[in-house]
Antibody
């Protein structure tokens, strides 16, 4: 059974840093790209970042270089280092799987999501 | 960056209604589009992938169509459990972009 479990969220002061983790199980983690998606309270979904199975990396333009995605295939783990946090970064952060490295049609993109971890940056 | 314009942003419908939600991409994305359903307090759930393929376990009343720049999600006969917010996502080009969401409420 595919499982994605996020951790590391919490309350952090403006300007602070936080490192989120996503523990993966039930599939060959090293063969899949992985994403972070966030959702501010009462708002829509916002894609944050992607790391491919070969560690190509992309970010949302809005992050302005403050976030860093990484992965540890030996530990089946995905990470998001978040620096210079602002009130606008307050959100539930989800990790989401996909696509598979040989997926050319999108069948494996965002097929599994974790439960999310809440990051709160007070004003 | 590709903009995804989703419409309507909200709608009221009755059980049994046919519901259509549209996403327009600012440039062509082939069929790299997925649809998600999210209920309050829950994790988004993928309904449709590759624009028109039904996710396993999702009722057949859900269907997707389109390619290029215009896509639709159709619920053929709305059921009580379908009242939720729906999102499209383009994953053809980075940065990936979600539509703004469509909240389907009970009339």
């Amino acid at each position: 059974e595919v499982q994605l479990v996020e951790s590391g969220g919490g309350l952090v002061q403006p300007g602070g840093s936080l490192r989120l983790s996503c523990a993966a199980s039930g599939f060959t983690f090293s063969s899949y790209g992985m994403n972070w998606v966030r959702q501010a309270p009462g708002k829509g979904l916002e894609w944050v970042s992607y790391i491919s199975s070969s560690s190509s990396i992309y970010y949302a333009d809005s992050l302005k270089g403050r976030f860093t995605i990484s992965r540890d295939n030996a530990k089946n783990s995905l990470f998001l280092q978040m620096n210079s946090l602002t009130v606008d970064d307050t959100a539930v952060y989800y990790c989401a799987r996909g696509p598979y490295q040989y997926d050319s049609t999108g069948w494996s993109a965002f097929d599994y999501w974790g439960q999310g971890t809440l990051v709160t940056v007070p004003s | 960056d590709i903009q995804m314009t989703q419409s309507p942003s909200a709608m009221s419908a009755s059980v049994g209604d046919r519901v259509t939600i549209t996403c327009r991409a600012s440039q062509g994305i082939s069929k790299f589009l997925a649809w998600f359903q999210q209920k309050p307090g829950e994790v988004p759930k993928r309904l449709i992938y590759a624009a028109s393929s039904l996710q396993g376990g999702v009722p057949s009343r859900f269907s997707g169509s389109g390619s290029g720049t215009e896509f639709t999600l159709t619920i053929s006969s709305l059921q009580p459990e379908d009242f939720a917010t729906y999102y499209c996502l383009q994953h053809n080009n980075y940065p990936l972009t979600f539509g703004g969401g469509t909240k389907v409420e009970i009339k």
